[in-house]
């Protein structure tokens, strides 16, 4: 008895969980233009192990949202990721990026969006392919929310926690500054 309430209390997540839920996430509205976000890194052990924040410049052609993401690491370190997403149907999308093995997918309903890939991370001089789960969650500000764990052979590494906001016009302006500055 005690295995069956276990196994019952462990239903996870599942994008449609969400169809309902407002604000209605539009991938390609949300993130057409320009994007900011801030995260963090956590290992396994709740241990803080990177901070960053990330500039992302999206397009969208009709089929496909390519979203041009720069990461700025509290180390000095930068990367820059360039997805490319194609809406498959009003739910489901596929996407591609360099150092991402394979086909991402990710599917939206309501203010929700799962998106399951398998990334190319390099740790310690190697290069480990490692499982990202991603839950995205539009709030009513426009902040969105992401946690993303991050797995190896179904053991967790760490989880990533993200929040994206649109621009102001003051806060775009001081980004334009600080950009003709550099």
């Known amino acids: 008895m005690a295995l069956s309430l276990l ?3 462990c239903s996870s997540m599942k994008p449609e969980d969400f169809e309902n839920k407002e604000p209605r996430l539009v991938l390609e509205e949300y993130f057409l233009g320009e994007t900011r976000a801030w995260g963090i890194f956590e290992d396994r052990f709740g241990n ?3 901070e960053f924040t990330v500039d992302v410049e999206g397009s969208w052609d009709g089929d496909t949202l390519v979203l041009d993401e720069r990461f700025h690491y509290a ?8 997805w490319r997403l194609e809406k498959i149907d009003d739910h489901r999308w596929e996407g591609t990026a360099d150092d991402v093995q394979g086909t991402g997918v990710a599917e939206v309903y309501g203010n929700a969006l799962n998106l399951r890939y398998t990334l190319a991370l ?3 001089g190697r290069i480990w392919n490692v499982d990202f789960d991603d839950w995205m969650f539009l709030m009513d500000d426009g902040v969105i929310i992401n946690r993303a764990r991050v797995s190896k052979l179904g053991i967790e590494l760490g989880q990533a926690t993200i929040f994206f906001k649109k621009p102001d016009d003051s806060e775009g302006l001081e980004e334009s500054r600080r950009k003709a500055a550099e």
């Open 122 to 124: 390099e740790i310690g």
């Open 75 to 82: 180390d000095g370190e930068k990367d820059r990721r360039v």
């Open 48 to 50: 803080l192990r990177r």
């Open 7 to 9: 196994l019952t209390g």
